[in-house]
């Protein structure tokens, strides 16, 4: 406020400076010179703030004065301002002498004279009553209370402006303003002429050492009575809102404090006090700023003031909504100055909406302001306060108004929204052939907006045409204006529906759209009126029409940079996160669902294309209902088709029946879960059908139910499935029986497990490892039965296995969101139940293949009989090249049946050919009923007599037990035909030898 008050001094009262004794504001850094000063001066010093402060250590007594022998007291007026940072005493406060005798402003306690005579004021006494109070100062005699002011209003710390009047008889009039300020209210009105001649003026403090440096002093005049300011009234946009900084996060290096800036764009000074800023409902009454012409100030929270030089800190100061607010300037009348409803596509830059960049006014001359009249600061720092905006543009508004937009309000009110304030409520000017309109009104929130009532509801899918002959914005530009109404039909069930999801947008394919989206179709004959339209909790708030047959996209406003290449679009500032995985999306009117579905990463289809980048089609949309089958990856090279027809698009009726997917069985419900909704007899459409049962049920007994079941389409599916109580499985009851660790560049891993016993197999919680087993993926937390003797192969897509090896069986794909990683050289998978218990494992490596494959890319390794060790390397083998190198959820291209036999060591076949057609590939040496603990060795020789081959060396074995031969020798090469001689030596703990003989063929084909 000091160079305010300055200013004032030096432009009302420049000429009554001569008859002036004294005035000092201290704006020199000292009290030496104009005036001089004197007395204590080594008390005192002028601060850092240009006050006049008492600067001691110890408690004390000193003053300071100036000569004012020349004042005229018949007409007198005196001002100073006087802080007081503690509550006063009788031993700490201050006087201020407004005539002495004789300069000398020495006295020894509260009730004691100086050395002269005079008047002063007393500042500060003990209790709660402190007043400012007028004293006779009568030398030796003492002082004497003349009169006193509000009681109270001194009685803590305090920060004070005091006038005080004298007249030519005496009459004394005191006047405050407690805050500081110029806005005088009356203490003190009392007579008293007992002296009427002066020499000095000065201030005097009495303090204990704790408050020696408590007391400050500023803005001292005494001379002829200032006249009172002229209160110049402003006129609407005589003063504007000119900068709103309501997001100081992250900051650009503006303080982080929120700030309005007030600009004086008229000639005149104003003086501020009692103009209201009004924030929403919340109002602050402005203090006295004398507020010069094309002068700034901002007004913020008091304890911000300190980071702006020019400003008024308002306590408590409202805070600025980030997302928009109502801004109204006030005069102390209530009239409106400047009124501005901000929201943040004010800023016209969304990375700019987040924080840290002001809005600035672009033309602070014009008549009105609206929206097109502001944007985000250009200035590096984020804003301008107390300087010229960045974007300052003078250049007069020479521009016609524009609508922005239409919109229905209810039945009978339309909204215009144009690009400014205009006018044009007069409704005799306003005409619409068909319709009779009753009112033409502003909003009265927005001067932007005008709202015409009709007498009759408008009609749906019915063109109208409104006319005005001269819409006028604030300066005086006028536009004839025509535009169509043409209100779309209401949607009803049926009408739209989503036709396509884009919820991982990454990778983004060339020409793709890089952010999610949605679309819908208008499959009605109809042109749909969209606004009201809500999107799970975003709601179109706009009129929107969408002809017959015709798309529209639905995308997060956020991404508006994304969608450039769409021409028909809504964008959506609540538009929700599209989950990649899947959620619950719907379309709603009102009430009314229009369409809802869960969508799922499993309707790709296509494993290579859940990873993001493609979006999900709708393919038919003429099915009475829905069916997850009715959606699938898309085929277009840019991953979509938003606003066209869907590429995998197919009009044709379903004729396809339901499929038994899989079911499950616990606690007496098997539920049966189909491929689409299906229903029964007894069950309306549904994913799944649960059947209860009552039977008396134990591990080995299996059970058949049969059952009919529709989809919407009418399509039946009669089906069987036989089950039973499935439990826990434990080590020997389940077999991994194939595993495909290296598969083809666009194929997916699996490992097929074998049920061995002839009871059912309760998978709920089971999992799959690899060599971390405490890294584990559980495959099913359902209960889900593997019957006896049955096949499942577990993968993450399904389709690839279909597509590349025919004896594929698809009824015992498992498809799992995630399979444990498989390395392509060597690796562990295991197979955990419920409990952790590793039921089976297999270390593999690509040496375990047959090594005269030229590539091993998409073959698979077959386990060669279900009794055969799984951790020795000769119980697997590469699967046959006859049926496609694999053989998912079917009997192994190399299985061999190992029959028992009567003799101890024997042969599954006499003659075998190792070339990989799945035919007597290998073959199996079978040995039985020796001794435990006994170590054996089985060595292969040529009909030369030369070893080719050590199939067992120094092994303990057990009483029984198979192992194979690939035909190949120990170092790996292929043998050529003919006889071989094994031969099996048996050494038992007691030291006693077994040897047997046998011979083998081997063949080519």
């Given at each position: 406020?000091?160079?305010?008050?300055?200013?004032?001094?030096?432009?009302l009262?420049?000429?009554?400076?001569?008859?002036?004794?004294?005035?000092?504001?201290?704006s020199?850094?000292?009290?030496?010179?104009?005036?001089?000063?004197?007395?204590?001066?080594?008390?005192?010093?002028?601060?850092?703030?240009?006050?006049?402060?008492?600067?001691?250590?110890?408690?004390?007594?000193?003053?300071?004065?100036?000569?004012?022998?020349?004042?005229?007291?018949?007409?007198?007026?005196?001002?100073?301002?006087?802080?007081?940072?503690?509550?006063?005493?009788?031993?700490?406060?201050s006087?201020?002498?407004?005539?002495?005798?004789?300069?000398?402003?020495?006295?020894?306690?509260?009730?004691?004279?100086?050395?002269?005579?005079?008047?002063?004021?007393?500042?500060?006494?003990?209790?709660?009553?402190?007043?400012i109070?007028?004293?006779?100062?009568?030398?030796?005699?003492?002082?004497?209370?003349?009169?006193?002011?509000?009681?109270?209003?001194?009685?803590?710390?305090?920060?004070?402006?005091?006038?005080?009047?004298?007249d030519a008889?005496?009459?004394?009039?005191v006047?405050?303003?407690p805050s500081?300020?110029?806005?005088?209210?009356?203490?003190?009105?009392?007579?008293?002429?007992?002296?009427?001649?002066?020499?000095?003026?000065?201030?005097?403090?009495?303090?204990?050492?704790?408050?020696?440096?408590?007391?400050?002093?500023?803005?001292?005049?005494?001379?002829?009575?200032?006249?009172?300011?002229?209160?110049?009234?402003?006129?609407?946009?005589?003063?504007?809102?000119?900068?709103?900084?309501?997001?100081?996060?992250?900051?650009?290096?503006l303080?982080?404090?929120?700030?309005?800036?007030?600009?004086?764009?008229?000639?005149?000074?104003?003086d501020?006090?009692?103009?209201?800023?009004?924030n929403?409902?919340?109002?602050?009454?402005?203090?006295?700023?004398?507020?010069?012409p094309?002068?700034?100030?901002?007004?913020?929270?008091?304890?911000?003031?300190?980071?702006f030089?020019?400003?008024?800190?308002?306590s408590?100061?409202?805070?600025?909504?980030?997302?928009?607010?109502?801004?109204?300037?006030?005069?102390?009348?209530?009239?409106?100055?400047?009124?501005?409803?901000?929201?943040?596509?004010?800023?016209?830059?969304?990375?700019?909406e987040d924080g840290?960049?002001?809005?600035?006014?672009i033309?602070?001359?014009?008549?009105c302001?609206?929206?097109?009249?502001?944007?985000?600061?250009?200035?590096?720092?984020?804003?301008?306060?107390?300087?010229?905006?960045?974007?300052?543009?003078?250049?007069?508004?020479?521009t016609?108004?524009?609508?922005?937009?239409?919109?229905?309000?209810?039945?009978?009110?339309?909204?215009?929204?144009?690009?400014?304030?205009?006018?044009?409520?007069?409704?005799?000017?306003?005409?619409?052939v068909s319709?009779?309109i009753?009112?033409?009104?502003?909003?009265?929130s927005?001067?932007?907006?005008?709202?015409?009532?009709?007498?009759?509801?408008?009609?749906?899918?019915?063109?109208?045409?409104?006319?005005?002959?001269?819409?006028v914005?604030?300066?005086?530009?006028?536009?004839?204006?025509?535009t169509?109404?043409?209100?779309?039909?209401t949607?009803?069930?049926?009408?739209?529906?989503?036709?396509?999801?884009?919820?991982?947008?990454?990778?983004?394919?060339?020409?793709?759209?890089?952010?999610?989206?949605?679309?819908i179709?208008?499959?009605?004959?109809?042109?749909?009126e969209?606004?009201?339209?809500?999107?799970?909790?975003?709601?179109?708030?706009?009129?929107?029409?969408?002809?017959?047959?015709?798309?529209i996209?639905?995308?997060?406003?956020?991404?508006?940079?994304?969608?450039?290449?769409?021409?028909?679009?809504?964008?959506l500032?609540?538009?929700?996160?599209?989950?990649?995985?899947?959620?619950f999306?719907?379309?709603?009117?009102?009430?009314?669902?229009?369409?809802?579905?869960?969508?799922?990463?499993?309707?790709?289809?296509e494993?290579?294309?859940?990873?993001?980048?493609?979006?999900?089609?709708?393919?038919?949309?003429?099915?009475?209902?829905?069916?997850p089958?009715?959606?699938?990856?898309?085929?277009?090279?840019?991953?979509?088709?938003?606003n066209?027809?869907?590429?995998?698009?197919?009009?044709?009726?379903?004729?396809?029946?339901?499929?038994?997917?899989?079911?499950?069985?616990?606690?007496?419900v098997?539920?049966?879960?189909?491929?689409?909704?299906?229903?029964?007899?007894?069950?309306?459409?549904?994913?799944?059908?649960?059947?209860?049962?009552?039977?008396?049920?134990?591990?080995?007994?299996?059970?058949q139910?049969?059952?009919t079941?529709?989809?919407?389409?009418?399509?039946?599916?009669?089906?069987?499935v036989?089950?039973?109580?499935?439990?826990?499985?434990?080590?020997?009851?389940?077999?991994?029986?194939?595993?495909?660790?290296?598969?083809?560049?666009?194929?997916?891993?699996?490992?097929?497990?074998?049920?061995?016993?002839?009871?059912?197999?309760?998978?709920?919680?089971?999992?799959?490892a690899?060599?971390?087993?405490?890294?584990?993926d559980?495959?099913?937390?359902?209960?889900?039965?593997?019957?006896?003797?049955?096949?499942?192969?577990?993968?993450?897509?399904?389709?690839?296995?279909?597509?590349?090896?025919?004896?594929?069986?698809?009824?015992?794909?498992?498809?799992?969101?995630?399979?444990?990683?498989?390395?392509?050289?060597?690796?562990t998978?295991?197979?955990?139940?419920?409990?952790?218990?590793?039921?089976?494992?297999?270390?593999?490596?690509?040496?375990?293949?047959?090594d005269?494959?030229?590539?091993?890319?998409?073959?698979?390794?077959e386990?060669?009989?279900?009794?055969?060790?799984?951790?020795?390397?000769?119980?697997?083998?590469?699967?046959?090249?006859?049926i496609?190198?694999?053989?998912?959820g079917?009997?192994?291209?190399?299985?061999?049946?190992?029959?028992?036999?009567?003799?101890?060591?024997?042969?599954n076949?006499e003659i075998?050919?190792?070339?990989?057609?799945?035919?007597?590939?290998?073959l199996?040496?079978?040995?039985?009923?020796?001794?435990?603990s006994?170590v054996?060795?089985?060595?292969?020789?040529?009909?030369?007599?030369?070893?080719?081959r050590?199939?067992?060396r120094?092994?303990?074995?057990?009483?029984?037990?198979?192992?194979?031969?690939?035909?190949?020798?120990?170092?790996?090469?292929?043998?050529?035909?003919?006889?071989?001689?094994?031969?099996f030596?048996?050494?038992?703990?007691?030291?006693?030898?077994i040897?047997?003989?046998?011979t083998?063929?081997?063949?080519?084909?």
């Amino acid at each position: 406020m000091k160079e305010q008050i300055i200013f004032l001094f030096t432009l009302l009262f420049s000429s009554l400076l001569g008859n002036s004794q004294v005035q000092d504001s201290f704006s020199d850094g000292n009290f030496t010179s104009n005036p001089t000063w004197s007395g204590s001066s080594s008390q005192y010093l002028v601060n850092g703030m240009q006050e006049l402060q008492l600067n001691d250590v110890l408690a004390g007594q000193a003053f300071l004065s100036t000569p004012n022998s020349t004042a005229p007291l018949s007409n007198c007026e005196w001002r100073i301002k006087v802080r007081q940072s503690f509550a006063g005493s009788d031993n700490n406060h201050s006087r201020i002498y407004l005539m002495h005798s004789n300069g000398d402003l020495s006295f020894i306690n509260a009730t004691s004279g100086t050395q002269g005579f005079g008047y002063f004021l007393k500042l500060g006494e003990a209790g709660s009553t402190d007043a400012i109070k007028l004293y006779r100062d009568d030398g030796a005699a003492g002082v004497v209370e003349i009169a006193a002011g509000s009681s109270g209003l001194i009685a803590g710390a305090f920060e004070i402006r005091i006038q005080v009047l004298r007249d030519a008889m005496g009459i004394w009039e005191v006047y405050v303003d407690p805050s500081g300020g110029v806005n005088f209210t009356p203490e003190i009105n009392v007579s008293d002429n007992t002296y009427n001649t002066t020499s000095h003026l000065g201030v005097s403090c009495l303090y204990t050492a704790s408050n020696a440096t408590k007391f400050y002093f500023d803005d001292i005049y005494c001379g002829a009575p200032i006249p009172p300011p002229i209160i110049n009234v402003p006129n609407e946009r005589s003063v504007v809102i000119n900068e709103i900084y309501p997001d100081p996060s992250p900051s650009n290096g503006l303080p982080d404090a929120e700030y309005i800036e007030l600009f004086n764009a008229d000639t005149v000074v104003y003086d501020l006090a009692g103009w209201k800023l009004v924030n929403s409902n919340t109002e602050k009454v402005l203090p006295s700023y004398q507020l010069n012409p094309q002068a700034y100030v901002i007004l913020c929270d008091a304890a911000n003031a300190v980071y702006f030089t020019q400003s008024i800190g308002i306590s408590a100061f409202t805070a600025l909504t980030n997302t928009g607010d109502s801004l109204t300037l006030k005069y102390a009348d209530n009239s409106v100055i400047d009124q501005v409803t901000y929201t943040t596509s004010w800023y016209n830059d969304t990375n700019k909406e987040d924080g840290g960049w002001s809005l600035e006014l672009i033309n602070p001359t014009l008549s009105c302001s609206s929206s097109y009249n502001w944007t985000a600061s250009s200035n590096a720092q984020g804003g301008t306060p107390g300087q010229v905006n960045s974007v300052l543009n003078l250049t007069p508004d020479t521009t016609s108004p524009m609508l922005i937009s239409k919109s229905l309000i209810n039945s009978t009110t339309v909204s215009l929204l144009f690009n400014e304030s205009v006018s044009g409520v007069d409704p005799i000017l306003w005409s619409c052939v068909s319709l009779d309109i009753v009112s033409a009104y502003s909003n009265p929130s927005n001067s932007n907006e005008i709202w015409i009532t009709f007498n009759t509801p408008i009609q749906q899918e019915t063109l109208y045409i409104l006319s005005h002959p001269a819409i006028v914005d604030c300066e005086g530009n006028t536009n004839s204006f025509q535009t169509e109404l043409f209100i779309g039909k209401t949607p009803e069930l049926g009408d739209i529906v989503f036709s396509e999801i884009l919820a991982d947008p990454d990778p983004t394919l060339p020409g793709g759209i890089p952010a999610e989206y949605v679309e819908i179709w208008n499959i009605s004959e109809h042109t749909l009126e969209l606004q009201g339209l809500r999107f799970n909790n975003a709601t179109i708030d706009f009129q929107f029409l969408l002809a017959p047959n015709a798309y529209i996209t639905l995308g997060d406003a956020d991404n508006a940079l994304a969608f450039l290449s769409l021409s028909d679009k809504i964008l959506l500032d609540n538009f929700p996160t599209l989950t990649n995985s899947g959620m619950f999306i719907e379309l709603a009117i009102d009430t009314l669902i229009l369409d809802s579905l869960t969508y799922s990463i499993n309707w790709y289809a296509e494993s290579s294309k859940q990873d993001g980048g493609w979006s999900l089609e709708l393919i038919n949309p003429y099915l009475p209902c829905f069916n997850p089958s009715n959606w699938g990856a898309s085929l277009a090279f840019s991953g979509g088709t938003p606003n066209s027809n869907n590429s995998i698009y197919s009009n044709s009726p379903d004729s396809t029946s339901p499929q038994l997917q899989y079911f499950t069985f616990h606690n007496n419900v098997l539920t049966c879960f189909f491929n689409e909704f299906v229903s029964n007899s007894s069950n309306s459409l549904q994913s799944s059908i649960a059947y209860t049962t009552n039977l008396t049920i134990d591990d080995s007994t299996l059970y058949q139910l049969s059952d009919t079941v529709y989809d919407c389409s009418g399509n039946s599916l009669v089906f069987t499935v036989d089950f039973g109580n499935g439990f826990t499985p434990l080590p020997g009851h389940l077999v991994i029986n194939e595993v495909l660790f290296n598969p083809f560049e666009l194929g997916s891993d699996f490992v097929e497990i074998v049920n061995t016993t002839n009871h059912c197999i309760d998978l709920f919680n089971c999992s799959l490892a690899n060599d971390d087993a405490s890294n584990n993926d559980i495959i099913s937390h359902a209960h889900r039965i593997l019957l006896p003797h049955q096949y499942i192969v577990f993968t993450e897509d399904g389709n690839d296995l279909i597509a590349y090896y025919p004896s594929t069986q698809e009824e015992n794909i498992f498809k799992l969101e995630a399979l444990p990683s498989m390395n392509n050289d060597a690796g562990t998978i295991q197979f955990l139940n419920a409990s952790g218990v590793r039921i089976d494992g297999l270390n593999y490596n690509e040496e375990m293949h047959f090594d005269l494959l030229n590539s091993f890319d998409g073959v698979s390794l077959e386990r060669i009989n279900f009794n055969a060790e799984s951790d020795n390397e000769t119980s697997w083998q590469s699967a046959s090249y006859l049926i496609g190198f694999a053989t998912p959820g079917t009997l192994n291209s190399q299985y061999i049946s190992v029959e028992n036999s009567d003799s101890q060591f024997s042969l599954n076949t006499e003659i075998f050919s190792p070339d990989n057609d799945g035919y007597d590939d290998v073959l199996g040496i079978i040995y039985s009923d020796f001794p435990a603990s006994s170590v054996g060795n089985i060595t292969i020789y040529n009909e030369r007599g030369i070893r080719v081959r050590r199939l067992m060396r120094n092994e303990y074995i057990g009483t029984q037990g198979t192992l194979f031969w690939d035909g190949l020798s120990d170092d790996s090469t292929a043998l050529s035909i003919g006889i071989y001689h094994i031969i099996f030596e048996v050494f038992q703990s007691n030291g006693e030898k077994i040897e047997k003989k046998t011979t083998c063929v081997l063949a080519k084909k």
